[in-house]
């Protein structure tokens, strides 16, 4: 294992930082690898960050000092003298800075000349472990912080990770696992000046490229046990079309087939109609919730975003909708695009989806298209009952396309790029053409834009025809289509 190999490489980065999208099992590696190393004495100390639990507790980033303080007693009791002395000093001491705290209680131990030479007569004797029986505790090394974007205030998620720098700098003693979103401000604080004498190791798991298959063997597996274990169970025989569906819908994310196993695998329930109702062929009972797990995810999401009901956001989350269905083919969703829809600067666009990294990937290029982690993302924006507030306003993005549309086409008699693009696009795709005015028209529903788009649609076709006459195989093949 990669993560196993990093833990064990004296060579290595101090610091690995585990990231990916909302769902894509971050926790799920993070805590294989805690067990792992705890079975093999390699587990110094461990964290576990969460806001959905029901204790705060848990997403309080005060306790993680007093959690790195104690944990290591265990495989190190000689520190207990030390950090036994410092409280008795200074009685206040968990009440002081957090960094103040971590020299005092954390790096000043591990960085004392006794407790150093100890782990290096340790990890020395770990290597023969085999032949001579050291026990497994000798070997403590890795330090595992789980959901650190799950810590409750950002500031504090950033200092932690500059705790964690200073930490990292004891030679060749630990290991920190920091397992994460890929949230804005952690990711500047990783480029910071702090961690640039201590290169930060990154696995990215958006960028695995087995994760179709690894998702497809999970529900094959659970399946399996479903068969087994459930009553009903015996005659439970998904389809192939089933099985690739549920796979696609994952987009890679282990949190939506994860999901849909624990609905499907009630104990008093046949699993084949819920998983009917999964897959849309039948509907849920009355207060069946068969994805609340991950709409808890995408709620916490957006819940959690600076101006979550600010009126862009829900506007460019529905273009961005509008832009995935057959009929709106010439729609870009991307942030270049989606700034001349809404009037706004292409920077703010990313600046109102910088909360919105773990479901969405921004491009580097504003021309380039704006890329989903979540196929099953808008299965619960376009549900209200599922996604309440959050719910897409799709007459509202119906109507900011229509009006951007009506004000490209009047600037200059319907001349310049845009006709060029939109007028050659439907020429080469004359099967959508019919579509595509169907658009324009259910556009214009509920909008300011009516009058305008109803001329649009009664002469689009012919000033196709007479603008395409103008138009050279050349001049379509330079431009860009809409």
């Known amino acids: 294992m990669d993560i196993i190999d990093w833990v064990e490489d004296n060579s290595a980065s101090s610091i690995l930082w585990l990231r990916g999208p909302a769902g894509a099992g971050k926790s799920a590696i993070a805590q294989t690898i805690a067990q792992y190393c705890k079975e093999n004495g390699l587990l110094v100390a461990s964290h576990f960050f969460s806001r959905t639990l029901s204790s705060s507790e848990r997403s309080d980033g005060d306790r993680v000092v007093p959690t790195l303080t104690l944990q290591p007693l265990q495989a190190f009791p000689v520190m207990q003298q030390h950090i036994e002395g410092v409280i008795h000093k200074d009685p206040g001491i968990f009440h002081r800075q957090r960094s103040i705290q ?51 205030d950002p500031e504090v998620q950033c200092d932690l ?26 990711e500047q604080t990783f480029g910071s000046e702090t961690f640039e004498l201590n290169p930060v190791k990154r696995i990215n798991l958006a960028d ?18 479903i068969r087994k274990n459930n009553r009903a169970g015996a005659n439970f ?6 099985i690739t ?18 609905y499907i695998q009630h104990p008093r329930d046949n699993p084949g109609v819920r998983l009917e109702v999964i897959m849309g062929i039948s509907p849920p009972r009355v207060n069946d919730r068969p994805f609340a797990q991950l ?16 009126d862009a956001i829900k506007s460019i ?87 951007h549309h009506s004000r490209l086409l009047n600037v200059n008699h319907f001349g310049g790029h845009f006709s ?44 196709i025809h007479s603008y395409y006459k103008e138009i050279t195989i050349g001049s379509y093949q330079d431009g860009i289509c809409f």
Not at 162 to 181: E, G, M, Y
Request: charged fraction near 20%; proline fraction near 5%.
């Open 102 to 152: 971590m020299e005092e209680l954390f790096i000043k131990p591990w960085r004392c000349r006794r407790i150093t030479r100890l782990h290096f007569m340790r990890r020395l004797l770990f290597q023969f472990r085999r032949y001579i029986g050291i026990p497994q505790a000798y070997s403590g090394r890795l330090i595992d912080i789980d959901g650190l974007d799950e810590c409750s």
């Open 161 to 186: 990770l500059h705790i964690t720098s200073a930490c990292a700098r004891i030679p060749r003693l630990l290991r920190f696992l920091i397992a994460s979103r890929p949230e804005i401000h952690i």
């Open 208 to 225: 695995d490229p087995d994760a179709n298959w690894a998702i497809r063997r999970y529900l094959l597996r659970e399946f399996n046990n």
């Open 237 to 242: 025989h998904p389809t192939e079309d089933m």
């Open 245 to 262: 569906k549920l796979v696609e819908k994952s987009s890679g994310q282990f949190i939506y087939p994860s999901t849909v196993i624990k």
């Open 295 to 310: 709409d808890a995810l995408y709620t916490h999401i957006f819940s959690s975003a600076y101006g979550f009901m600010n």
């Open 317 to 403: 989350f529905g273009i961005i909708f509008l832009a995935s269905q057959q009929h709106y083919y010439y729609l870009e969703p991307s942030p270049a695009f989606l700034a001349s829809v809404l009037g706004l600067k292409i920077h703010e666009i990313t600046f109102l989806l910088d909360d919105f990294v773990s479901l969405v990937a921004l491009p580097q290029d504003p021309a380039q298209h704006i890329r989903l982690f979540h196929a099953s993302l808008f299965d619960f924006l376009c549900n209200q009952e599922r996604s309440g507030v959050f719910a897409l306003d799709l007459p509202a993005a119906h109507e900011a396309v229509a009006t």
């Open 420 to 463: 060029l693009c939109m007028s050659t696009n439907l020429w080469r795709h004359s099967n959508r053409r019919r579509h595509h005015l169907s658009s324009f028209a259910f556009a214009s529903q509920g909008s300011q834009a009516v009058k305008a788009i109803s001329i649009i649609v009664k002469n689009f076709d012919r000033k």
